[in-house]
């Protein structure tokens, strides 16, 4: 097992936020992601806010299967 969120400097992050961080972190890793941002040059707001409501939207159904 990992550490406990409990044990993790995180300034306020919900549980929430903290898997949404993560999502968001994998998702940057992948080169595929990487290599599609200088694709799209001259949209990277929309998409770093496609990302971010990706992230959240995946963080949600882990909140949710944490609840079963």
């Known amino acids: 097992g990992g550490q406990e969120l409990s044990q993790i400097p995180h300034d306020g ?3 929430r936020d903290w ?3 993560m999502v968001l972190n994998g998702r940057m890793s ?3 992601h990487t290599h599609t ?5 001259g949209k990277a707001k929309a ?3 496609a990302n971010a409501k990706r992230a959240y939207e995946i963080a949600d ?3 949710a299967e944490r609840l079963k």
Do not use: R, S, V
């Open 13 to 15: 992050l919900t549980i």
């Open 19 to 21: 898997f949404a961080g």
């Open 30 to 32: 992948n080169p595929k």
């Open 37 to 41: 941002t200088k694709l799209i040059e």
């Open 47 to 49: 998409f770093a806010d």
């Open 61 to 63: 159904a882990m909140m």
